[in-house]
T-cell receptor, first 111, second 115 residues
Framework: LAKTTQPISMDSYEGQEVNITCSHN???????ITWYQQFPSQGPRFIIQ???TKVTNEVASLFIPADRKSSTLSLPRVSLSDTAVYYC????????????FGGGTRVLVKP | DTGVSQDPRHKITKRGQNVTFRCDPI?????LYWYRQTLGQGPEFLTY????????KSRLLSDRFSAERPKGSFSTLEIQRTEQGDSAMYLC?????????????FGSGTRLTVV
């Protein structure tokens, strides 16, 4: 499993765009990049998944450069309710029991 | 179906006591996973079931931990002779077999405090 490195924490303000970069230098050819979000006292929730270039859904965008050694999760115009821990995972597209979480990035959105 | 349900939400127990947690997955999901999460860390995989078969249990933290899913529906996680180091959030998740990573649904967890 490819190891991931992401910032421990980030602060932002309401209405700003938040970008969280995850490094995964040893990503394998078949690996996908998946991001989960976790609110306090809740289980993680899937946000977005991609393999290369750019993926966008109603919640976020995921930017993956050509070498795939890093990826950036972009949260547009955050609100207070986006305060959460965001996890970057690298592995199979259907990881099953191999779904492996690192330490995550704690994002605090301030008013 | 309202998602993955875990009971209780909170449990305080004295060291040395046994505790059991229950997880009710999404009814159509045939896979069920247990994770443990300590403060400031990401969830750590413990074990998983496909229907009633426990396919991976080598990651259970010790022989004090055991899990069952007798009829392929709900599951229980038991910790015997609890220790203070067992204090954590215990999360359950479910999915279809072979589901993509977006197909996992986690419950809200059971927070265990061992005093």
């Amino acid at each position: 499993l490819a190891k991931t490195t992401q910032p421990i924490s980030m602060d932002s303000y309401e209405g700003q765009e938040v970008n969280i970069t995850c490094s995964h230098n040893n990503i394998a050819t078949n690996d996908y990049i998946t991001w989960y979000q976790q609110f306090p006292s809740q289980g993680p929730r899937f946000i977005i998944q991609g393999y290369k270039t750019k993926v966008t859904n109603e919640v976020a965008s995921l930017f993956i450069p050509a070498d795939r050694k890093s990826s950036t999760l972009s949260l547009p115009r955050v609100s207070l309710s986006d305060t959460a821990v965001y996890y970057c995972l690298v592995g199979e597209e259907a990881a099953g029991n191999k779904l492996t979480f690192g330490g995550g990035t704690r994002v605090l959105v301030k008013p | 179906d309202t998602g993955v349900s875990q009971d209780p939400r909170h449990k305080i127990t004295k060291r040395g006591q046994n505790v059991t947690f229950r997880c009710d997955p999404i009814s159509e999901h045939n896979r069920l996973y247990w994770y443990r999460q300590t403060l400031g860390q990401g969830p750590e995989f413990l074990t998983y079931f496909q229907n009633e078969a426990q396919l991976e249990k080598s990651r259970l933290l010790s022989d004090r931990f055991s899990a069952e899913r007798p009829k392929g529906s709900f599951s229980t996680l038991e910790i015997q002779r609890t220790e203070q180091g067992d204090s954590a959030m215990y999360l359950c998740a479910s999915s279809f077999q072979g589901a993509s990573n977006y197909g996992y649904t986690f419950g809200s967890g059971t927070r265990l405090t061992v005093v």
